[in-house]
């Protein structure tokens, strides 16, 4: 990569952001579609996120992305969000237009994504999601989207879970509810999909629901922590034969589409593989 004075900076805002993939993803896109960026991350306090927003006019920036906790918070300091993000409540995907702040999310479209790539389709699923954060705002209405029938979201607090189904009911014919109860074996009995969306496992042997349960033999259990790549969640649902999806299928998906807003270019499939295979090299 040569760096000079026409580089342009792209930065991922956030806390912790230290074992992010990010800059590997974006850094080979540039480096592939001749494009003269570099990457970095930056860990941001929340007392100086809007300092943070500020900064990418300041510099310059072609954009950022923004991972936990911000993505609710940060667009308090965007100029505008698009339809989609305005509708979900959060922003992982900041574009700077001629000085003009404007979010975007892609989480959900590239959660989405990594399941009609592997064949899935959602229409008419049932689907419970464990977490209430920006991440779950994403991957509901998407799902929404995508007509799944019934959406349930499993937290332990109740404001932000009642906000995201009440944007759901409100705006899709997907019917959504919440619970804040611990998930038992008789709840995954009436779902097709279950979704962590929380940051429990990453990095850690934690598991956001208890590991003894036996669940029902066609549940899609999909994680979207990336570290480690086979999560407790995601290893007690192979070793009940379930089928699973990664969350680096997600990272690399939201990533691509993300680097698509900044360049206005398409990615491709073999992006995807490609990158993938850099994510597991690096774990080697």
Not at 157 to 182: G, L, Q, R
Not at 211 to 216: D, L, R
Request: proline share 3%.
């Amino acid at each position: 990569m040569n760096i000079n004075s026409n580089t342009k900076l792209i930065g991922l805002f956030g806390q912790p952001i230290s074992q992010s993939f990010s800059p590997s993803i974006h850094n080979y896109l540039s480096k592939k579609y001749k494009k003269n960026n570099i990457y970095m991350c930056f860990e941001i306090e929340k007392t100086n996120l809007q300092n943070a927003a500020q900064g990418i006019k300041v510099f310059n920036m072609k954009g950022c992305n923004v991972t936990i906790p911000y993505k609710v918070d940060i667009i308090s300091y965007l100029d505008k969000i698009d339809r989609n993000a305005q509708l979900i409540g959060a922003v992982n995907t900041i574009k700077n237009d001629n000085n003009e702040l404007i979010g975007y999310n892609t989480d959900g479209m590239g959660f989405i994504k990594s399941l009609t790539d592997e064949g899935y389709d959602l229409k008419d699923k049932k689907v419970m999601i464990l977490g209430a954060g920006g991440a779950c705002r994403g991957i509901a209405v998407e799902l929404a989207n995508q007509q799944v029938s019934y959406i349930e979201i499993r937290n332990r607090s109740e404001e932000n879970a009642k906000k995201i189904c009440h944007v759901v009911n409100n705006n899709f014919a997907s019917k959504t509810d919440y619970n804040m109860k611990p998930v038992t074996e008789d709840d995954l009995k009436d779902f097709d999909i279950l979704i962590n969306t929380t940051p429990v496992g990453m990095g850690s042997k934690d598991c956001p629901i208890d590991t003894n349960i036996n669940p029902p033999k066609n549940l899609l259990v999909c994680d979207i922590v990336y570290k480690p790549h086979e999560t407790t969640l995601l290893s007690w649902a192979k070793k009940n034969n379930l089928n699973v999806i990664y969350g680096i299928n997600m990272l690399i998906n939201q990533g691509l589409l993300a680097y698509e807003i900044w360049e206005n270019i398409k990615t491709s499939y073999d992006d995807f593989e490609e990158i993938k295979n850099i994510y597991f090299n690096s774990l080697k």
